[in-house]
């Protein structure tokens, strides 16, 4: 999929930003882990303008939390209903301070039928009010109906946050044999899943994976060739998502030098949640 900007000040990106595959838990797929052992990928961009006009018909149902719930976690879970999809191309996971949603972080996932589940890969202010909605994304990237939104607080500071992992490989500046990459880090203690993420160098958008925390590496796949690439990891509890690692870099080889085919800029995807 491509990624597409939803703000004139964006600039229109044609990268492959991949895919994440964890290793399979001996017990079977973790939640948010695919049985093939593929997490899916999200995306993230910080802070975006107020959403164009509306076009598409429906808004998908919120869910959880609960509106106006006080939560014990700075990290929170979203879940939302998208029932019945309908022309829709992309879901914009919305939050704000602000209920009028003059800017807010903005969170990409597929429009897949049925309930989904979302989680920022940042943490959020402690103790703090927020506005949350889905919105879905049609034709010409314009957004629609986003009347129905909920609200919840935030934990209270004072939680544990996990320390940063420690990068292992590959070391900061290698060139890669291939378009899909191992990455490797040390194991933080008491942690319950890792978030990774990676962006070509200097990016805006970035794509993210949440693994199990059972073994401290991931594969990076179908990674767009002769692109230098950032990638760091954190350590998430129930709280709070963990001090993040120095960003590493490695650079990926021409697509002919690796082997391995590479689509077309029209053809470029990265999986979302």
Request: aromatic fraction near 10%.
């Amino acid at each position: 999929m491509r990624i597409r900007p939803i703000a004139p000040t964006l600039i229109a990106l044609a990268v492959i930003l991949g895919t994440l595959v964890a290793p399979a838990a001996a017990q079977g797929p973790e939640p948010g882990v695919r049985g093939d052992s593929t997490t899916i990928v999200n995306l993230y961009l910080p802070l975006v303008s107020k959403p164009s006009p509306h076009a598409c018909a429906t808004q998908p149902s919120l869910l959880a939390p609960a509106n106006g719930a006080k939560l014990d976690t700075i990290a929170p879970h979203l879940r939302y209903d998208n029932g019945v999809v309908s022309g829709a191309q992309d879901v914009q996971v919305q939050i704000s301070t602000d209920p009028t949603f003059a800017t807010y972080g903005l969170g990409l996932q597929k429009p897949l039928p049925g309930l989904r589940d979302w989680q920022f890969p940042i943490n959020l202010d402690p103790s703090t009010m927020y506005y949350w909605r889905p919105v879905f994304v049609c034709a010409n990237n314009v957004v629609g109906p986003s009347t129905m939104y909920w609200s919840f607080t935030t934990a209270g500071p004072g939680g544990l946050l996990l320390p940063a992992p420690k990068l292992v490989a590959p070391i900061s500046g290698t060139l890669t044999s291939g378009l899909d990459v191992h990455v490797q880090w040390i194991d933080v203690v008491d942690n319950a899943a890792w978030l990774v993420r990676w962006r070509p160098a200097g990016n805006q958008w970035w794509a993210f994976g949440n693994a199990p925390g059972l073994d401290p590496d991931v594969t990076l796949m179908d990674l767009a060739p002769s692109t230098t690439w950032e990638w760091w990891v954190s350590a998430s509890n129930h709280y709070a998502i963990g001090e993040s690692s120095p960003m590493w870099r490695f650079t990926t080889p021409p697509a002919e030098a690796s082997g391995q085919a590479s689509e077309s800029a029209a053809g470029q995807r990265v999986m979302v949640r």
